[in-house]
């Protein structure tokens, strides 16, 4: 199951992509509440969709991976981890931009998925904004893939999915500012300082996370050699 890192790491990325999201998503996000009482539930099951997506993606790339039981892999994906963390920090204060790799793969992937959804507006009916979130899910974003194999890392569904989901509800602060018009909120989640902070925290998770495996990878090769100088014997 998750730990606290997991968890705190998890909707901390979310919440430190403010930026990222309300560039990329804030226009439709701005757009789903112009109309109402109607226009704030379509606005409810757009994000609803978008964290449901989120979560699904998690369950399903922790299930690929705890598939493969191989101690090697696990020790590799633990590495893996610590590396995209130290990435996503450096990524988050634009210190290096080496994620938008990911963007640019994934926008042939997304370029069905927006004919899809591009068939859903305008936004009338609150399942309409539910399969609108679903969609964006897969939209080309550097933060959402390399938190989906950060999350796939964990080895776990369960726990991949829980990562994904608090990763989507570290968003909504940024995407509901955007939503009610709240000017101050965007305005905070945009400070350089903020983002500078909250990417070393994630640079330092993820050097933490190297020697944490490094340590225990080398515990285990003594372990494993010990062992065998005692069959020897």
Same mark, same amino acid.
């Given at each position: 199951m998750i730990d606290a890192t997991q968890a705190g790491t998890a909707f901390i990325?979310?919440?430190?992509?403010?930026?990222?999201?309300?560039?990329?998503?804030?226009?439709?996000?701005?757009?789903?509440?112009?109309?109402?009482?109607?226009?704030?539930? @379509?606005t409810v099951a757009y994000h609803t969709g978008r964290i449901t997506s989120y979560t699904l993606l998690g369950a399903l790339l922790g299930l690929a991976?705890?598939?493969?039981?191989?101690? #090697?892999?696990? @020790?590799?994906?633990?590495?893996?981890?610590?590396l995209?963390?130290?990435? /996503?920090?450096?990524? @988050?204060?634009?210190?290096?931009? %080496? /994620?938008?790799?990911?963007?640019r793969a994934g926008a042939k992937l997304w370029q069905p998925v927006q004919r899809l959804s591009s068939t859903l507006l305008p936004l009338r009916r609150w399942?309409?904004?539910?399969?609108?979130?679903?969609?964006?899910?897969l939209m080309?974003? %550097?933060?959402?893939?390399?938190?989906?194999?950060?999350?796939?890392?964990?080895?776990?569904? #369960?726990?991949?999915?829980? /990562? /994904?989901?608090?990763?989507?509800l570290g968003t909504l602060p940024a995407m509901l500012a955007t939503s009610m018009g709240a000017q101050g909120l965007q305005s905070f989640l945009r400070?350089?300082?903020?983002?500078?902070?909250?990417?070393?925290?994630l640079i330092c998770s993820g050097v933490w996370t190297l020697y944490i495996? #490094?340590?225990?990878?080398?515990?285990?090769?003594?372990?494993?050699?010990?062992?065998?100088?005692q069959m020897h014997h």
């Open positions: 990325l979310g919440l430190s992509g403010a930026g990222h999201c309300l560039g990329m998503c804030g226009g439709i996000a701005a757009a789903l509440n112009l109309g109402g009482a109607r226009s704030s539930a @379509i991976s705890a598939s493969i039981d191989i101690g #090697t892999w696990t @020790i590799g994906l633990r590495y893996l981890a610590g995209l963390l130290i990435g /996503m920090g450096l990524y @988050i204060a634009n210190w290096w931009r %080496g /994620m938008a790799l990911l963007e399942p309409q904004g539910f399969a609108l979130g679903l969609c964006w899910g080309p974003c %550097g933060l959402i893939y390399s938190s989906l194999a950060w999350a796939a890392t964990s080895h776990d569904a #369960t726990t991949a999915a829980l /990562m /994904m989901m608090l990763f989507g400070r350089r300082g903020l983002k500078q902070v909250i990417a070393v925290l495996t #490094t340590v225990h990878s080398g515990h285990g090769g003594h372990n494993q050699h010990a062992d065998h100088s």
